[in-house]
Nanobody, 120 residues
Framework: QVQLAESGGGVVQAGGSLRLSCTASGSIINRYSMAWYRQAPGKQRGLVADVAYSGSTHYADSVAGRFTISRDTSKKTIYLQMANLMPEDSGTYYC??????????????WGQGTQVTVSS
């Protein structure tokens, strides 16, 4: 079974950069999409960026132009490069993978989350 492990979170000053990594253990052999979500205290978890099986990427308006999602299939790893960080970017960032299993339905896999704190 695929498991996800995030890393790269930390405390950074506004305007700084961080790169989050999410490494999957186990084999992803079907069609899949990947995404980063974040959740701030008292807020709902929301989509930050995603990359489809095709490689197409999408970003939330609040991070477009500042964040970049990428993947390295050989390393079973996805990344979120975050630049020009703002205090409102603070929260717990979760890696998410959705695997298309055809008739069995999608398998939805969440990482444990990594904390990002941006101070002003």
């Amino acid at each position: 079974q695929v498991q996800l492990a995030e890393s790269g979170g930390g405390v950074v000053q506004a305007g700084g950069s961080l790169r989050l990594s999410c490494t999957a253990s186990g084999s992803i052999i079907n069609r899949y999409s990947m995404a980063w979500y974040r959740q701030a205290p008292g807020k709902q978890r929301g989509l930050v960026a995603d990359v489809a099986y095709s490689g197409s990427t999408h970003y939330a308006d609040s991070v477009a132009g500042r964040f970049t999602i990428s993947r390295d299939t050989s390393k079973k790893t996805i990344y979120l490069q975050m630049a020009n960080l703002m205090p409102e970017d603070s929260g717990t960032y979760y890696c998410y993978v959705e695997v298309d299993r055809g008739v069995l339905g999608p398998q939805m896999i969440w990482g444990q989350g990594t904390q990002v704190t941006v101070s002003s």
